[in-house]
Nanobody
Framework: QVQLVESGGGLVQAGGSLRLSCAAS????????MGWFRQAPGKERVLVAA???????YYEASVKGRFTISRDSAQNTCYLQMDSLKPEDTAVYYC?????????????????WGQGTQVTVSS
């Protein structure tokens, strides 16, 4: 079992930055694909970014060039650096992990989920 705990969400003005952290416990996630999904009110949960065990990366089109996903295997932690934030980035952000397979964009492909952290971007 893997437990994921997110931190770093909050309220920021448009154009600002936030850094989300996801701390994993229970087992190492160094060989896992880690991802960040987000869900805005009334909308489906969508993949924002993912990073495989060998650091292949995926970014959703609307965040490419603004968000950066990274991982620290020694710390069993995954990060999402979010720059140039826009009001449309407002959502609950969820950290997720899949212990088998590489990059995947469907939520059902991921086995483990954090509780979510709210990100609110004001205009």
């Amino acid at each position: 079992q893997v437990q994921l705990v997110e931190s770093g969400g909050g309220l920021v003005q448009a154009g600002g930055s936030l850094r989300l952290s996801c701390a994993a416990s229970g087992r190492t996630v160094s060989s896992s694909t880690m991802g960040w999904f987000r869900q805005a009110p009334g909308k489906e949960r969508v993949l924002v970014a993912a990073i495989s065990w060998n650091e292949n990366r995926y970014y959703e089109a609307s965040v490419k060039g603004r968000f950066t996903i990274s991982r620290d295997s020694a710390q069993n932690t995954c990060y999402l650096q979010m720059d140039s934030l826009k009001p449309e980035d407002t959502a609950v952000y969820y950290c997720t992990a899949r212990t088998r397979g590489g990059l995947a964009s469907v939520s059902s492909d991921y086995s483990y989920w954090g509780q979510g952290t709210q990100v609110t971007v004001s205009s």
